[in-house]
Each structure stands twice: as structure tokens, then as C-alpha cells.
């Protein structure tokens, strides 16, 4: 857990700092105000409200929103293979840096995932993967499609499954 937050504080750019820095502002303003406002209860109340939902929304949502601007990139399968004599499976795709900002590393993930009839289970199978492997891509300039060949392994699993693949840039 340190080493994750210690990993998410290093890789803040200087967009993020802003968008901390001004809803944190923004909370100790309304603050403010709805001490200013103590007699108008009903008021008072509702912003402090509105001060509590923006220090925890405005970073979270912000954060997520502006990244997918910044870093925006198209990934996608091109094909999976099952091995016959190997637990693996080969996953080829192609990404696209489709922003306008140079990207130093692309860390990529294959995940397989179970199949089955039933939508909800499903949609909780998709939370936890049978087996996930990550590569990591550096230098891809504006524009620039690269191919990638991803090697998820150990699969042990006999029934039917689908390839779920991601990244993230920066």
C-alpha cells in the first residue's frame, strides 16, 4: 500500500496539483461562508454540505476526467491465442496515442476473464480475473500506433473466457 500512494504522489503532474490546490480552496471557502451564515440555518447547512461533497468529489472525478483528456490513447485486440502445450495465452494488440502530449511509459494489461450465461455474474467476474500480465511500453510519440504482444500466463482454465486489455500512460 505505501509503495502504491508513494508511486501515485510521483507520477502528479503539476495539472493535478492545480485541481488539488483549488478544490481544497474552493472547500475552505464555503467553509467559511457557512460559518458566516450560522443564523440561516437551512443555508448554512447546505453549504457546508456542498463545501464536504467538493473536497471529496472535485479531486476524485477531476483527477479521473482530466487524465482521460491528457493521456487520451486507443488500445485495442487485434488477437488471442490459446497455446496447446504451454498454460499461456498470446494477446496482440495495437496502441494509439491519441493526445497531444508525448508519452513516456504505457503500462499495458491483459487480463482473462470467465464467461458465463448469466450477465451478473459476469459483471462481478470482471473484478477479479483469472490470471492478469502487464508490460510496459516506453517512448510513444503523438500519433504513433505501436504493436505489443502481451504473454498472460500461468491459465489453467478450461472453460470459456474473454481478454480484457487496458492501459495507462503518462
Do not use: W
Not at 483528456?69 to 494509439?96: D, H, P, R
Not at 502487464?134 to 478450461?158: A, H, L
Amino acid at each position: 500500500m505505501k509503495t502504491q500512494i508513494t508511486t501515485f504522489v510521483k507520477e502528479l503532474i503539476v495539472y493535478d496539483l492545480i485541481l488539488f490546490g483549488s478544490s481544497f480552496l474552493l472547500f475552505i471557502l464555503l467553509i467559511i461562508l457557512g460559518i458566516l451564515l450560522r443564523r440561516k440555518t437551512a443555508i448554512a447547512v447546505l453549504v457546508v454540505l456542498l463545501s464536504f461533497s467538493i473536497l471529496f468529489l472535485a479531486p476524485t472525478l477531476g483527477y479521473v476526467k482530466m487524465h482521460e483528456y491528457l493521456y487520451k490513447q486507443k488500445i485495442e485486440l487485434v488477437s488471442e491465442k490459446k497455446l496447446n502445450f504451454n498454460n499461456a495465452i498470446v494477446v496482440k494488440g495495437v496502441i494509439t496515442n491519441e493526445s497531444k502530449r508525448y508519452f513516456k511509459k504505457c503500462s499495458i494489461k491483459a487480463s482473462a476473464i470467465k464467461v458465463t450465461p448469466n450477465k451478473l455474474k459476469n459483471y462481478i467476474f470482471s473484478f477479479k480475473p483469472i490470471v492478469t500480465s502487464k508490460i510496459m511500453e516506453q517512448d510513444i510519440d503523438v500519433g504513433e500506433s505501436r504493436e505489443f504482444k502481451i504473454i498472460v500466463e500461468p491459465y489453467n482454465y478450461e472453460g470459456d473466457y474473454n481478454i480484457a486489455i487496458g492501459a495507462k500512460c503518462n
